[in-house]
C-alpha cells in the first residue's frame, strides 16, 4: 500500500473524529449548551452541505459522499463554538 492510499482512507476518518471532538466538547456543559443555538448548528450544517457540494465538483475526493457527510459535520461543529447573543433575541 502505498503512502498515497493509506493517507487518501485515512483523511475522511482523521476529519470527522475532529469535527465531532469539535461538536462534543463545545456542547460539554450544560451553561454553554444554553448558549449555544439550535439555529447556529442548523445554519452551519446548511452551510457545510454547500461547501461539501463544492468540494465534491472540484474533485477533492473520490467518492461524493465523503464531502456530503463531511460537510454538514463540519458546518455543524464550527456552527457550535458562535455563542448566540442574547441581547437580539426578539
Request: hydrophobic share 50%; aromatic share 4%.
Amino acid at each position: 500500500m502505498e503512502v498515497k492510499e493509506f493517507l487518501s482512507a485515512a483523511l475522511p476518518l482523521v476529519l470527522a473524529g475532529i469535527a465531532l471532538a469539535v461538536l462534543a466538547a463545545s456542547c460539554s456543559t450544560k451553561e454553554h449548551r444554553s448558549k449555544v443555538s439550535g439555529t447556529n448548528i442548523a445554519m452551519g450544517a446548511s452551510l457545510g452541505l454547500l461547501l461539501g457540494v463544492t468540494l465534491n465538483s472540484c474533485g477533492l475526493w473520490e467518492n461524493h459522499a465523503i464531502g456530503l457527510a463531511l460537510g454538514p459535520l463540519w458546518g455543524m461543529a464550527l456552527g457550535s463554538l458562535f455563542r448566540r447573543d442574547e441581547r437580539n433575541d426578539t
